[in-house]
C-alpha cells in the first residue's frame, strides 16, 4: 500500500470476546505472521529518537511481545488473579498477539531533584517512543493486522509487570493488541467488535498556517 493509503486505512477497533471463549491461534497461522510482526516492529524502530537511553541499547523504548500461548496465560492472570471485571481480560482473550510498549523515564541523580531539563528529557523519551507505536500500527496495517492501542491499564501494574519479567524502572506507554487476518475468518469470529467513536469526527482545524506581519 501507499504509505498515505496505509495511514488513511489505520483504524481503531476494539476486539473483545469472554474469557471462556478464548481460541489460541492455530501454528501455520502464528508461525507466518510472527515473522510480519517481528518485522514490522524492527521497521517501526527506525522512529526519530534524541537522547540516547542506555549505551546497550540506545533506545528509549522497550517492546514485549506476547505470542498465542503466553496471551492465554496472561489473560488468566487477569480474570483469576488479579480478578478483572472490565474489558481488559476480555481484549486479552480476542487478540491473536499482543505488544506491551513501555518507555524509560530519565531519573535524577541520588540526591538530586526534578528539574525543567529533567522534564523536556522525558517529554521527548515518550514522544519518541510514541512515533513508535505509530510507526508499528501502520505496519500492521499494511499486512492487513488488525490492531488497537490502549493504554493498558492494569498491564503496567508493579504486580503485572513481576508476572510478565518487565524491569521495574520501565512504564507501559501503551498495549497493542494484534489480530491476524485470518482469525477474523468465520470459524475463529466469535468477537465483538467496537468501532472508534472518533474517526468520523476528525477534521483538519488543527492545522494552523502562520502569518507575519
Known amino acids: 500500500m501507499m504509505l498515505e493509503t496505509v495511514m488513511r486505512a489505520r483504524r481503531t477497533e476494539k476486539v473483545m470476546c469472554d474469557v471462556s471463549e478464548r481460541r489460541e491461534v492455530p501454528p501455520e497461522i502464528e508461525s507466518r505472521n510472527k515473522v510480519l510482526v517481528l518485522e514490522s516492529l524492527e521497521a517501526a ?32 492472570f487477569l480474570s483469576t488473579e488479579l480478578k478483572l471485571q472490565n474489558k481488559l481480560p476480555r481484549l486479552c482473550a480476542a487478540c491473536s498477539a499482543l505488544v506491551l510498549a513501555t518507555w524509560i523515564p530519565q531519573e535524577p541523580n541520588e540526591g538530586a531533584s526534578r528539574n525543567n531539563a529533567l522534564d523536556a528529557m522525558n517529554a521527548e523519551h515518550l514522544a519518541a517512543a510514541s512515533a513508535m507505536v505509530q510507526n508499528l500500527l501502520l505496519m500492521l496495517t499494511a499486512h492487513e493486522m ?3 492501542w490502549s493504554s493498558g491499564g492494569d498491564l503496567g501494574s508493579a504486580t503485572a509487570f513481576e508476572f510478565l519479567g518487565i524491569p521495574a524502572d520501565e512504564r507501559l506507554l501503551g498495549a497493542i ?11 475463529f469470529d466469535n468477537k465483538d467488535r467496537q468501532p472508534g467513536k472518533l474517526r468520523e469526527k476528525r477534521g483538519t482545524g488543527w492545522i494552523k498556517e502562520v502569518v507575519i506581519d
Open 177 to 187: 493488541f494484534v489480530e491476524y487476518p485470518e482469525m477474523k475468518a468465520a470459524k
Open 146 to 148: 488488525g490492531n488497537y
Open 45 to 76: 524502530g527506525w522512529a526519530p529518537f534524541h537522547y540516547p537511553r542506555r549505551k546497550e541499547i540506545l533506545e528509549p523504548w522497550r517492546a514485549h511481545i506476547l505470542w498465542s500461548k503466553e496471551v492465554t496465560r496472561v489473560t488468566d
